[in-house]
């Protein structure tokens, strides 16, 4: 089982950048799914993004063009460019592997990392 850490978090204004780091302790090559996922205060978790081996990504209506997803196999890394941030995205910010199943992500409950909190100020 790979453990999945979370990392680049931090406080920034609205309309500023961050970029969020999930590093793997072992290879996510033959992994198919890597994915964020998010949870506000009171809100449920939501998936933010996610991206195949293969390349192919899918983003949450709300965050589409403005982050992106990818991930470097050979350094067992996922990451998240956030830009033109809003307050509403601030959240603890997770990575996992979901599983892909017609289309659609299911997280994997022994997947979960520490998370880190993203907060916007506006």
């Known amino acids: 089982q790979v453990q999945l850490v979370e990392s680049g978090g931090g406080l920034v204004q609205a309309g500023g950048s961050l970029r969020l780091s999930c590093a793997a302790s072992?290879?996510?090559?033959?992994?198919?799914?890597m994915g964020w996922y998010r949870q506000a205060p009171g809100k449920q978790r939501e998936l933010v993004a996610a991206i195949t081996s293969g390349g192919s990504t899918n983003y949450a209506d709300s965050v589409k063009g403005r982050f992106t997803i990818s991930r470097d196999n050979a350094k067992n890394t996922v990451y998240l460019q956030m830009n033109s941030l809003k307050p509403e995205d601030t959240a603890v910010y997770y990575c996992n592997a979901p599983r892909l199943r017609g289309g659609s992500y299911y997280p994997r409950p022994d997947y979960w990392g520490q998370g880190t909190q993203v907060t916007v100020s506006s």
């Open positions: 072992g290879s996510i090559f033959s992994i198919n799914a």
